[in-house]
């Protein structure tokens, strides 16, 4: 989750949202007169433990393969790709 907060609540409690950071991995976007300045964010999630963290916390569902590339077929059309492009473009 990325919380946005001023620099002032940065200066005034960087101890707190660096603990936040750091035990519950949540990112915070620092303004300057109501202008995104700076992220802070922990430096060792990677994207694969944002990915699970976001699942854990509902934020993200991950989608389930309907099917395999195996099961398509494959079509062979006369012509080239820029023949039918030009062709639905109408200019031949």
Do not use: C, Y
């Not at 300057?32 to 964010?41: Q, T």
């Not at 994207?47 to 590339?69: C, F, I, K």
């Amino acid at each position: 989750m990325t919380t946005t907060i001023p620099q002032r609540e940065l200066d005034n409690n960087a101890g707190k949202i660096l603990d936040r950071v750091e035990r519950e991995h949540e990112d915070f976007v620092v303004t300057r007169h109501g202008r995104p300045m700076a992220r802070l964010m922990p430096i060792e999630a990677t994207d694969e433990e944002r990915l699970a963290q976001m699942e854990l916390t509902g934020q993200l569902t991950r989608a389930v393969p309907q099917g395999s590339l195996g099961e398509i077929e494959r079509v062979d059309l006369p012509g080239s790709s820029e023949d039918w492009i030009r062709q639905d473009r109408g200019k031949e």
